[in-house]
């Protein structure tokens, strides 16, 4: 099985620290379950009264007796009358994650599940025995993916779009190509190039093209504070 650019949050897992009386360790929810593909180190403790949590959360992901296996380690404080809110998790390693999360999700299910999980290519002959499509749209992706900034969702992005032949064209004009090298939807690639020009151009470009909704939808904010305080306006 493989996961794709809409699986699992966006590429994060919820997370949920429940508070308990101060002093004692709170309750870690982890969605979705892993089972014993997942170890929680959790040094959280519950403190009185109203004050903030702080608490730092991190996902590692490594190989364990042949099978993936993932470690959640959270620091920090949660206060005991402050609401319960989901925090959002970085997936290290989308597949590794979805395969596991496949196989406790079958278990539960009542489907027996043998053997070890592995990331590998399926047999060509291989029997398709689960199907899930998502509701959602390329439009609704392409709204969301500049919001949480999913490196995850652009890539899996670009490269769909790579198989089904659009050119660098469909988004740059051919004018602004000099200096512009696109490796990867997330522009995290050391290899990457995008040239001021080339920027402007493609923005001038979708303000005039009638399903630019999307995109501007895709940003929030250019950035918090400074000059590019606010909402784009194209």
């Known amino acids: 099985t493989s996961g794709g650019p809409l699986t699992l949050n966006y590429g994060h897992a919820q997370l949920f620290v ?26 959280v403790r519950t403190v009185g009264g109203k004050q903030k949590s702080k608490i730092e959360h ?23 009358a402050v609401a319960v809110k989901p925090r959002y998790v970085p997936i290290p390693d989308a597949t590794a994650f979805y395969l596991a999360a496949m196989h406790q999700f079958m278990q539960r299910q009542g489907i027996k599940v043998g053997g070890k999980i592995r990331v ?8 398709t025995f689960y199907v899930k499509e998502s509701e959602k749209t390329l439009t609704d992706v392409v709204r969301l993916m500049n919001v949480f900034s999913n490196n995850t969702i652009a890539d ?10 659009s050119s660098m064209s469909s988004v740059i ?20 190039r995008l040239t001021t020009n080339a920027l402007h151009a493609a923005l001038v470009a979708q303000q005039h093209k009638p399903n630019r909704s999307p ?13 590019l305080r606010g909402r784009p306006k194209l």
Do not use: C, I, M, Q
């Not at 590998?120 to 029997?127: I, N, Q, V, Y």
């Not at 000099?178 to 990457?192: H, I, K, P």
């Open 215 to 227: 995109l501007l939808a895709s940003f929030p904010l250019y950035w918090k504070a400074g000059t």
């Open 58 to 80: 991190r996902l590692t992901f490594a190989t364990k007796a042949g099978e993936p296996h993932f470690t959640l380690t959270l620091s920090g404080e949660v206060g005991a």
């Open 18 to 43: 429940l508070r308990t009386r101060s002093g004692k360790a709170p309750e870690v929810v982890f969605d979705p379950p892993l089972g014993r593909f997942l170890t929680v180190n959790n040094s």
């Open 173 to 192: 004009p051919k004018a602004a190509h000099a200096g512009v090298r696109l490796e990867g939807g997330s522009g995290l690639s050391r290899e990457a």
């Open 120 to 127: 590998g290519t399926a047999p060509k002959k291989a029997t």
């Open 156 to 165: 899996n992005l670009h490269a769909l779009l790579a198989v089904r032949g």
